[in-house]
């Protein structure tokens, strides 16, 4: 299980034109009528041909393709990677060069092989915004895996050039992996403070209500309250 990162997003500007930034950023409604108030892919789409498994199987594939192309002047490791395809079974020799096969064309086409390496490099986080509510009148909550996504709030602050948007996160590794900053117009000015700092745990507590009830500030700075 990763770690979850809560994210916070304040779309500073009059109702008219929050309720337009939250319609463009609205997905699909769950099968159990859970609302999706933003969806990575209307900021970014990602391409469907991505939406394949990824797998060290298909990474194997790819490989042993191109080390046939090479012969025959296959490196060693070349040569690992056709004796270990050479080994498998049919049926599971097959499913590795089919997905080789397309992990090689969306590399060519994308420069990623599948959905995995693409939302990591273009979204900043493995998979869509999690656990999301919107808390009236204009706050975004979602949740990520292992990181924010402010390169993402900038992307998306291009849309709208004429809005500010604040955005802050925080790990579940209280006081560590936050940041805090403000979009606009495709720019973004961010912090990022050393991991264990004041600043770092004050941006976990802006992010967290109520988490600072549970520290004390010390010389020695935010610790646990006794």
Same mark, same amino acid.
């Given at each position: 299980?990763?770690?979850?990162?809560?994210? %916070?997003?304040?779309?500073?500007?009059?109702?008219?034109?929050?309720?337009?930034?939250?319609?463009?950023?609205?997905?699909?409604?769950?099968?159990?009528?859970?609302?999706?108030?933003?969806?990575?892919?209307?900021?970014?789409?990602?391409?469907?041909?991505?939406?394949?498994?990824?797998?060290?199987?298909?990474?194997?594939?790819?490989?042993?393709?191109?080390?046939?192309?090479?012969?025959?002047?296959?490196?060693?490791?070349?040569?690992?990677?056709?004796?270990?395809?050479?080994?498998?079974?049919?049926?599971?020799?097959?499913?590795?060069?089919?997905? +080789?096969?397309?992990?090689?064309?969306?590399?060519?086409?994308?420069?990623?092989?599948?959905?995995?390496?693409?939302?990591?490099?273009?979204?900043?986080?493995?998979?869509?915004?999690?656990?999301?509510?919107?808390?009236?009148?204009?706050?975004?909550?979602?949740?990520?895996?292992?990181?924010?996504?402010?390169?993402?709030?900038?992307?998306?602050?291009?849309?709208?050039?004429?809005?500010?948007?604040?955005?802050?996160?925080?790990?579940?590794?209280? +006081?560590?992996?936050? +940041? %805090?900053?403000?979009? %606009?117009?495709?720019?973004?000015?961010?912090?990022?403070?050393? +991991?264990?700092?004041?600043?770092?745990?004050?941006?976990?507590?802006?992010?967290?209500?109520?988490?600072?009830?549970?520290?004390?500030?010390?010389?020695?700075?935010?610790?646990?309250?006794?």
């Amino acid at each position: 299980m990763p770690n979850y990162v809560t994210n %916070r997003l304040e779309i500073n500007a009059d109702r008219e034109t929050v309720q337009k930034v939250m319609n463009f950023l609205k997905g699909k409604t769950d099968d159990d009528n859970t609302p999706c108030y933003i969806d990575f892919n209307n900021i970014i789409p990602m391409p469907e041909e991505l939406l394949i498994e990824a797998s060290s199987s298909g990474e194997r594939g790819m490989q042993y393709i191109t080390a046939i192309q090479r012969k025959p002047f296959n490196s060693p490791d070349d040569l690992k990677i056709i004796q270990w395809m050479e080994g498998l079974t049919e049926k599971d020799r097959k499913e590795a060069l089919q997905l +080789g096969v397309l992990y090689l064309e969306n590399q060519r086409k994308y420069g990623y092989t599948t959905w995995y390496e693409w939302s990591i490099a273009t979204w900043g986080t493995k998979w869509n915004a999690l656990h999301q509510d919107f808390e009236e009148p204009n706050v975004l909550w979602f949740d990520t895996a292992w990181d924010g996504v402010p390169r993402l709030i900038r992307k998306h602050s291009e849309r709208f050039p004429d809005v500010e948007f604040h955005y802050a996160y925080a790990d579940e590794d209280l +006081g560590y992996n936050v +940041g %805090r900053g403000t979009a %606009r117009n495709g720019e973004i000015d961010m912090t990022f403070p050393d +991991g264990g700092s004041n600043e770092a745990f004050e941006i976990a507590f802006f992010v967290k209500p109520g988490l600072d009830e549970y520290f004390e500030l010390t010389n020695e700075g935010y610790k646990w309250r006794a």
